[in-house]
């Protein structure tokens, strides 16, 4: 299922005098199965830009196509939860949407909601919170018992049994220590690269843009000023710089060696692995 | 309607009312209420009707903006109206419809009642129109402090004031963020039957509640780390001071009380 985005504008408190444009003109696809990364700098609109994507904000201009659905601006939607069964969302601190009284009820709130039946959202409930890399045990347990980062993976295991098509990623980290970020972000791309889960990264972390997506979409003060594959678009300090933006550690150490040594690399690598190849074959070409 | 409705807004501008001491302003209103109850007959509501005219042209607001924004209250003083109108039984009958009938004393008490709650409305609402929450919390706070003699915690009923009003804004961001992220789990919140509706609250109201009190404590321990110890030798960084304006909007207080106790009981 293909998100296309087009011309998209959104307008906070539209025709008052507290109007505020979050969004302008933004045109761009997310295509089925692919990695999607959207960077930008605080308050460029990528947040805003999210909420699009599954029709929780309806355009102020322009249109929304998720799957066979439009979403255009003016016209009254009726009946958007199909869009919001496919298209799922996990958003920042998603830890503070746990309520219920265990964390199998939390679970299975979604997919319930959805017309899944109790037992399959149980079944669905005991995977996915084993996906997400947590003891069965947990189930009976309140979510407000657990730790800071269990909540976050029950949480993200909520939304995960939802089996959406496409999951939406808003800063899914934020906060983590460096293992269970490492962790979180391996589990969202096995499950992509595994079921072929349209993933849609909104993030702060160059590394993660660079590490994970096929296409990056850079944001700056509402609209879309930049679309390319990541190895591109990080090859380009200078500009990134000019959104605010940096490249990761490993670009950053890459080019140092490169003004040192007075040697370019024949491409910018984007991990750690990627650059430790390239040395070696400098090292033996040496 | 919500976006236009001002009860209880601040609007932020450079008037004489705006300039004014918040406890002058509280204290002008509170009497005002008790003042306005001495009016009893036609003249009476005209001079408070004058007054109150007189105030909302010191406060540099337009009389037109003040009430297109407090028309949702009007629809309440008309309900009062009716109601005066209908159910007061006393002088003679001026209109009889058969089913019911309209007394004089009833439009006389209809039109008295209406009048003298819009009055209240307008001049209630200047006081919030022209002072920032925080300076009616300070206000209050030195109005009160006389009775700590008597163990009264004006202090601390100011703090709470302020942090109430200071949390406001977050409460509503968060209300929304959630909200947001149940919908996202397939949550209905807008259509259905009432009985749906209101089920689809309690995802909404709990993780609510969970942050509050989170962040209450949160704020609790920031405050004892920096050495809270309550008033006590407190001094403050917003200071009132009290102006030759501020007496005189009190004195012309007294002047309507005054103006009004005459026609009351001697003309």
Known sequence: MDIVLEQVEYRYAANSPFEKKAVEDVTFKIPEGQCTAIIGHTGSGKSTLLLHLNALLKPTSGTVQIGERTVKAGRKEKDLKPIREKVGIVFQFPEQQLFEETVMKDICYGPMNFGVSEEEAKKRAAFWLKEVGMPEEVLGKSPFDLSGGQMRRVAIAGVLAMEPEVLVLDEPTAGLDPRGRREMMEMFYRLHKERGITLVLVTHSMEDAARYADKVVVMHKGRKVHEAPPRELFSDTARLAEWGLGVPEVVKFQRMLEEKTGKAFPKVCLTMDELADMLKLGGESL | ?267
């Open chain 2, 1 to 267: 309607m919500m976006e236009k409705m001002i009860f209880g807004r601040y609007i932020p501008a450079d008037s004489i009312a705006h300039r004014m001491d918040p406890r002058a302003k509280l204290i002008f209103v509170f009497a005002f209420i008790a003042i306005i109850f001495i009016a009893n007959d036609v003249w009476g509501y005209v001079i408070a009707a004058a007054f109150t005219y007189i105030s909302v042209k010191m406060s540099g607001l337009s009389l037109r903006f003040l009430i297109s924004g407090l028309k949702p209250v009007m629809i309440l003083i008309a309900f009062t109206f009716l109601l005066q109108l209908f159910f007061a039984r006393e002088g003679n009958v001026v209109l009889d419809l058969g089913f019911i009938q309209i007394y004089e004393e009833g439009i006389r008490q209809a039109f008295f009642i209406s009048m003298r709650f819009t009055l209240l409305v307008f001049m209630t609402s200047l006081l919030t129109l022209t002072t920032t929450p925080i300076s009616i919390t300070d206000g209050l706070e030195s109005l009160l402090n006389p009775l700590k003699k008597i163990k009264f915690p004006a202090h601390e009923l100011a703090l709470m004031m302020s942090i109430a009003l200071r949390f406001i804004p977050t409460l509503m961001d968060e209300t929304d963020k959630i909200m947001k992220a149940q919908m996202a789990r397939g949550s209905d919140m807008s259509s259905g039957p009432l009985k749906d509706r209101i089920k689809a609250i309690v995802p909404l109201m709990i993780p609510l509640f969970v942050n509050a009190f989170k962040r209450a404590e949160d704020l609790a321990t920031a405050m004892e780390v920096r050495g809270y110890r309550g008033g006590e030798g407190r001094t403050k960084y917003r200071l009132l001071f009290w102006k030759a304006r501020d007496t005189f909007a009190l004195l012309s207080l007294v002047l309507l009380a005054a103006v009004l106790a005459a026609f009351r009981f001697w003309i």
